[in-house]
């Protein structure tokens, strides 16, 4: 085994203090290095580890609680087997403060993994071809690029379609300081329909090409707090318009910003999460139908809790969408047994609810069972709440498989139901496997 190893070192002329009286200071982290045996770098670690050279700690136990901070995130990552610590004394004078390297050593893992994954609502059955790599080329960064394709039936004449297709490249998780950077390129074809009901409201299609850069940054005096930013340019064309009952959108050129702030502090314990999350969002955008300009504008905030308890993870998750001079569409993605379709407005509600159950606990698989109750609340433009139509309930399961040796890859699959029409045996269902978790 080849063991990679570099130093962090700075000389300082006073230590950076933590919280407490100075004179309290006993322990100065003189130097911080790292050590992997397979293909992550350490300046890539370097970059994910907070803790800075010449900071002071009133006692021992306050850096080890610090450290196990930092092992924590490092595990949070979720590309190794495994993440530990040593602090070794360095020499020091009488009187002085007691100086220590501290040492992080990493497990890499198998984080490459080319899959092809089918999913069907019913109507339609999408193929995910996809390759990716979490931690690329030993940056802790993922590298993905992958295809979707969408095979299905016109709801009008019966006739087999292609309603979508996608290619995306996404670059994510470069981190320089506190400043997190990710790019997404893509080229997809999309067909949007409404119904209300049964009746088909609308039903067209269009090319997209998009492209967004994402900016995020960590405050320093505040762990866990992050705000972001997101450039967008998207270009629409080729507009193909089969039924058209209510006036369509058109929008050739978009360009915007989406400002956001997140609180996460939601961990990895094995194979459960811990933890909560806030975030808050506004995405707004310019966009131009080729002779007219508009302006729109969405607000989203979300809290996610998970927890453990007696050995099963409790995890929920609340959704606040309100859009201030447009109908949403395709929020039915967001409750799982819903179909697209069938969900949409200028504001939504939404919950989904789940417990991640384990079944047995293995040496290369380790399943876990996560049935769930989503709910959806979803008002349209210059109608009334209606209970009875915009009320939206799906049920269901997943089967997860996590593999305890490669902690950056599981497979999900699951199938679900839509209580919300009229008799069970009309229920809509989704079925699928995905190498991603729901949420």
Not at 140 to 157: K, M, N, Q, W, Y
Not at 165 to 185: A, H, K
């Amino acid at each position: 085994m080849v063991i990679l190893s570099a130093a962090i070192l700075f000389i300082t002329s006073a230590p950076h203090l933590v919280a407490g009286e100075k004179s309290n200071i006993t322990v100065i982290v003189e130097e911080i290095s790292f050590e992997s045996d397979k293909k992550t770098r350490p300046e890539a670690l370097a970059r994910e580890v907070k803790l800075e050279a010449g900071t002071g700690f009133e006692s021992i136990n306050y850096l080890q609680d610090r450290l196990d901070r930092e092992v924590q995130d490092l595990l949070n990552l979720r590309v190794f087997a495994d993440v530990t610590v040593r602090v070794e004394d360095l020499p020091s004078g009488i009187g002085e403060p007691r100086k220590v390297r501290v040492v992080f050593t990493v497990v890499d893992t198998w984080t490459l993994f080319p899959f092809l994954v089918p999913s069907s609502d019913g109507s339609t059955t999408a193929f995910n071809l996809a390759v990716v790599d979490k931690n690329f080329l030993g940056t802790l960064t993922e590298f993905r690029i992958s295809g979707d394709l969408g095979v299905g039936t016109d709801p009008i004449d019966g006739k087999w379609e292609i309603p979508r297709w996608g290619l995306y490249f996404i670059w994510s998780g470069f981190t320089v300081n506190r400043w997190q950077f990710s790019t997404r390129l893509s080229q997809t074809y999309q067909t949007e329909r409404k119904f209300d009901d049964t009746i088909l409201l609308q039903d067209y299609s269009y090319y997209e090409t998009l492209l967004l850069f994402t900016v995020r940054y960590e405050f320093k005096r505040v762990p866990k707090l992050f705000t972001y930013i997101i450039p967008m340019v998207s270009l629409r064309y080729e507009y193909e318009t089969s039924v058209q009952v209510e006036a369509i959108e058109y929008e050739y050129f978009r360009t915007g910003l989406s400002l956001g702030l997140d609180y996460n502090r939601i961990d990895w314990i094995d194979f459960y999460r811990r933890g909560w999350a806030l975030g808050l969002m506004n995405a707004t955008w310019g966009s131009s139908d080729g002779e007219n300009g508009n302006l729109k504008s969405i607000f989203t905030s979300r809290m996610s809790v998970h927890g453990i308890l007696a050995g099963i993870n409790p995890n929920a998750r609340l959704l606040s969408t309100v859009s201030i001079n447009h109908e949403m569409i395709g929020l039915g993605s967001l409750i799982r047994g819903v179909r697209d379709n069938n969900v949409y407005g200028n504001r939504a509600l939404i919950l989904n609810s789940g417990i991640q159950i384990l079944l047995w606990k293995g040496k290369v698989i380790e399943p876990h069972l996560q049935p769930f109750v989503d709910v959806g609340l979803a008002a349209r433009r210059n109608e009334p709440l209606v209970w009875t139509d915009d009320f939206f309930v799906g049920v269901g399961s997943e089967l997860i498989i996590f593999l305890p040796a490669i902690p950056s890859a599981q497979v999900r699959g699951w199938i679900g139901f839509d209580l919300s029409v009229d008799g069970w045996s009309k229920a809509k269902w989704e079925a699928g496997l995905s190498f991603d978790l729901h949420y």
